[in-house]
């Protein structure tokens, strides 16, 4: 009996593989499927429902329902029997629809006259694309034969939709798939816009035939795979054995357990023997396994479908051939498109790249950082797009917005080439200001640095008018490595920077890991707000031999040469203390040896917590110079996590009593005659550095491309007058003073 079934089928599968390989539009294919459905499964009705847009499903074909309803019929993601099964990705199965909760008579298709349904999802690793359904005149549940022959059909559908088998054309209503233009509002990673062609970081492994024709030829594919897929992870986890525990060797087991799952290895041989080829069969059950693990209420299962999704991944590129690299050549203007991606596998990229689009990713995490570096536009949070983007696709990046235009219209091309167009002549504008000084109509002057982090930044830094680099961070060389670097490494790296900064200032900012910067050899702290847990001068004063062995590597990169060393997150003035000693026994240790000196050790802090601003005289006195880290403190201060985007721009920096906070440091600072800069985000947008400016902050810290914008404004107003207008401000209560500040410029 069960051969029979097979049998069947795979007579069913041979039909749909015929089908798909047949001449004929999308409308023709989805018509005869059904039929061929219908009759095999001795059903009175087949219908295909397909999503029009991410909440619509729309039916697309039928056997059996009124042919006028084609097209017609539409229902929202969740409405009725059919758009449960598409908001759930679980099969409903029942012998009397109308009484099912959430039934939606649809009078127009004439199914009152079939109570029998069952609906499975047509669905690909988690895309969904539609609805399978079939329904008779039997008052009856369909057994779990049934239900599991009909999700493998569904299967196949999945793969022929994306080999695009049914796409629309001009002759029917079917939607056109990765044709239509889509507009994806993400976040801001990084500002500035490009237009270019999507380079997918990790193409799609695509499933050129679907249905097996020989089930045991099929089956021993699969099982070469999973030897082979097993020896892999084998590999992995006696390398990672040799580094030692942690939580990289939990993660490994997992794979382990996976690979050698002997249930999932046999449902794998089951689809095959219903008429699925090897590698259809393994994206049948990662799509089902994604439909059970997505829905389940333990964060550790939702952490395990990763987990899987990567295995099954892997175990469809060795089936299919078809790695990382599939020889698919890279556009001339590449816009790299990843639901996310380290900073190493950026950086590999370089310089090539015009812009990056993740459906990920934060605002401080690696890629942003790296992306900064970079100096190109990143936008995050842009949700499915790695689902819809083919690469070669036009696309715009709007990293000023966050937004995201694929395959856009002409009339939206040419606003954006022109926004492009403006930003260009505004910089050469710029440049002409490059060796000219940041001075007001009043004789004020700024002064102008960089933040950097990688040898890449360098070049900006004379390019720019840079006056020096006021943050430079070093964790960037240890996050692109799979172990801790070595400090000759660092050593020579620090030489480097400050060789190309030819005598200007850089100011080496400690290890600044923790929160969103998890290095790839450190066990990952399980924190509820990590933020504000163990990272930055906390971890180098609980790990002192990797702050020890920094330190030791920027005082011998600096031999003869001034050093500027600042520890970041610092919170209380104990903090400071302990690394400053540690720093000044790391100096004694290398006089000691007899190496030769830096000409010169200033040593400062960021100030990144609201505590700090409040310290004893004595920690400003200690200090060489203070560095408000902005990005931190505003969100510190407003208690409005800058990863959460539903809070972080809901606080305006230019807020009264934010800026009565930067007041009293710029008063700590001069009491103490310590040098204050300002270093985050807001120091480049050109108010917000004036504003700064007329609150008595003298330098300014930012991305290079920041630095003409700023200095233009400043050299077109005054900044005494500019003062007198934002302590009016403030001194009448208002609680927010852009306005008059945005208006006072107008006047100018």
Sequence with gaps: MQDRKDQDSRTLLKRLKDILSAAGGGQDRLDQITHNIADSMRTQVCSIYLFRDAETLELSATEGLRAESVHRTRLRLGEGLVGRVARTGRFVNTGNAPSEPGFRFMPETGEEVFPSFLGVPIQRVGEKLGVLVVQSRDARQFSEDEVYGLEVVAMVLAEMTELGAFKGSQMDNLPLVHRFPQMFRGSTGQEGVSEGNVWLHEPRVVVANPVGDDPEKEQARLHAGVERLRETVDTMFAAAAMVGDGEHMEVLETYKMFAHSRSWLKRME?????????????????????????????????????????????????????????????????????????????????????????????????????????????????????????????????????????????SVAAAFRDKIAMQAEAQSRYASLRDLPATGTCGETVQLYMNAGLMADLPSLEGSGAEGVGLFRTELQFLIRNHVPRRSELAALYRRVLDNAHEKPVMFRTLDIGSDKVLPYMKPQDEPNPAMGWRAIRVGLDKRGVLRMQLQALIRAAVGRPLHVMFPFVADITEYDAAYRILM?????????????????????????????????????????????GNDLKQFFFAADRENERVRRRYDTLNSSFLMLLKQIVARCEDARVPLSFCGEDAGRPIEALTFAALGIRRLSMRPASIGPVKHLIRHVSITELAQVVDEALDSGMPNIRRPVTEWLARQ
Excluded: W
């Design 585 to 629: 026994q790391e100096v004694a240790r290398e006089q000691r040896l007899g190496h030769d000196m830096p000409s010169d050790i200033r040593v400062g802090t960021m100030l990144e917590t609201p505590s700090l601003a409040f310290a004893p005289k004595r920690f400003f006195e200690m200090c060489d110079f203070v560095s408000i880290g």
């Design 270 to 410: 089951e689809d095959i023997l219903l008429g699925l080829s090897a590698e259809a069969a393994v994206e049948k059950e990662q799509s089902s396994a994604r439909s059970r693990l997505e829905l389940a209420a333990d964060p550790y299962l939702r952490d395990r479908l990763h987990d899987l999704d990567d295995l099954s991944n892997r175990l469809l590129r060795i089936l299919t051939g078809q790695g990382v690299d599939t020889g698919a050549e890279m556009p001339a203007n590449p816009i790299l498109v990843a639901r996310n991606i380290g900073p190493a596998e950026l950086l590999e990229y370089g310089r090539k790249l015009k812009g990056v689009v993740l459906e990920e990713g934060s605002v401080g995490s690696h890629a942003a950082i790296v992306a900064r570096a970079l100096a190109i536009p990143l936008v995050i949070h842009a949700a499915r797009i790695t689902t819809e983007a083919l690469n070669g696709d036009s696309v715009l990046v709007d990293g000023d917005q966050g937004i995201v235009h694929l395959r856009p219209e002409e």
